[in-house]
């Protein structure tokens, strides 16, 4: 996401996802979702999209080169957003919306930082080992950082496991000092 999370996109976020699971389209949803958030992640893109010399014909030609299986409803959505100038929420509605489907769907999507490159089955490994701890699927994402020295730091929502040699030295000097 390459803007800010906007209070108005999680409200737009939470009404298509209640849209969504009425239809039982998440899929599509999630697919159209994505779509706009790569249509208006450029703040360039949103000015041309929503330019007065914009026809509402042309803004739906555009959307339908992007997403030829797009439904009605979901390109009443995009022509909603771009009456009421609100195209720029397209990366907010996205992030959000991306977080009340992990929600519904129990997933949670974990940071796993290492000094070294991770194979699919130490990958595999931690995922499991979360998803006992915290009741949820767990999406890894691996993230390289040759700072930590060694071991893992994890960041699953807004909890943080430091288990790396640097996080372990820094206790350990914290410890020394009290002492």
Same mark, same amino acid.
């Given at each position: ?10 409200r737009y976020a939470v009404a298509v996802l209640e849209i969504a699971k009425n ?49 009605? $409803?979901?390109?009443? @959505?995009?022509?909603?957003?771009? &009456?009421?100038?609100?195209? #720029? !929420?397209?990366?907010? +509605? ?61 960041? $699953?929502?807004?909890? @943080?496991?430091?288990?790396?040699? &640097?996080?372990?030295?820094? #206790? !350990?000097?914290?410890? +020394?000092?009290?002492?």
């Amino acid at each position: 996401m390459s803007g800010t999370r906007d209070v108005a996109g999680r409200r737009y976020a939470v009404a298509v996802l209640e849209i969504a699971k009425n239809s039982g389209e998440l899929d599509t949803w999630q697919e159209a979702i994505e779509n706009l958030d790569a249509l208006t992640d450029n703040p360039a893109y949103v000015e041309i999209l929503q330019g007065d010399g914009m026809s509402d014909d042309t803004f739906q030609n555009i959307v339908r080169r992007v997403m030829p299986d797009i439904s009605t $409803v979901q390109i009443n @959505l995009f022509r909603l957003l771009r &009456r009421k100038n609100r195209l #720029s !929420l397209g990366p907010s +509605i996205q992030s959000f919306f991306k977080e009340l489907l992990d929600d519904e769907q129990n997933v949670a999507r974990a940071t796993v930082t290492s000094a070294v490159p991770l194979d699919e089955s130490q990958t595999v490994e931690i995922a499991d080992k979360l998803s006992t701890t915290i009741g949820k699927k767990i999406i890894v994402e691996t993230r390289l950082d040759s700072s930590i020295i060694g071991g893992l730091v994890i960041r $699953v929502g807004d909890r @943080l496991i430091d288990a790396s040699t &640097r996080g372990q030295l820094g #206790s !350990l000097r914290t410890h +020394i000092a009290r002492s």
